[in-house]
């Protein structure tokens, strides 16, 4: 008799469906690569897996839902890479350029699950937070540590940026309470040039060949973002 499929031992039908997955997910990330997220298509991924469309939509119901999982699987790599590149013990300035660094890796190696979470929207398409938004915070929660530790307290606080970042400072305020208002806004117009730099550098944005060595030209840059933070 045939043992029950357990979490140690799945069973052939568990693996298969595994098996499956992976390759719906691995396929989906060549076609985005080749058409963009607006031209990731079921059928077509489908056909590339020699099956038929209905045997495909039994792990996948929808081409929305293919995009969520394949966002998810953005977000989580891009998070381990990010972990992985902080060093323990290292300084809030360090680590903030850690992160970038790691980001910036991260997009040159992943062009186009980088193109997925930080290029132009999918018409039609609305990520469900309750699926994104947990991957999604994993660098945003690594900046914010930052942020805090670098924090000067709120004896600085500009009325302006806390009735601008008030929905955000709600949120951010239950986790680090020594975060205020201008700190915040400083630490995301920080990130902000960062990321911009690395849009650039990934979408080609002044040209191919716009800097003569795009490495040196992304450190003066974490450089320019940290005087924004005031260090």
Known sequence: MMSAPTAENPGKRAR?????????????RRHL?????????LRAVARDLGM????VYRYV?????????LIVQAYDSLGDAVDAALIPGASAEERFRQIGRAVRAWALDHPEQFALVYGSPVPGYHAPGEQTG????????RLLEAFSDMAPGRS????????ALAPIMRMVGQVHP????????RGLSAWLLVLGA?????FEEFGADAFADPAAWFEVVLDQALELLGR
Do not use: C, H, Q, W
């Not at 038929?52 to 045997?55: G, K, R, T």
């Open 33 to 41: 690569a080749r058409d963009g997220a607006a031209g990731l298509s």
């Open 61 to 69: 119901a929808s081409r929305d839902e293919l995009l969520t999982l």
């Open 178 to 185: 020594g975060l205020g208002a201008s700190a915040m806004s």
């Open 134 to 141: 947990g991957p999604g915070t994993r660098v945003t929660n």
């Open 156 to 163: 600085d606080e500009d009325p302006r940026a806390a009735a």
């Open 16 to 28: 298969k469906r595994a098996e499956t997955e992976r390759a719906i997910l691995d396929t989906g």
């Open 52 to 55: 038929v469309s209905s045997a």
């Open 198 to 202: 690395v849009r650039a550098e990934s």
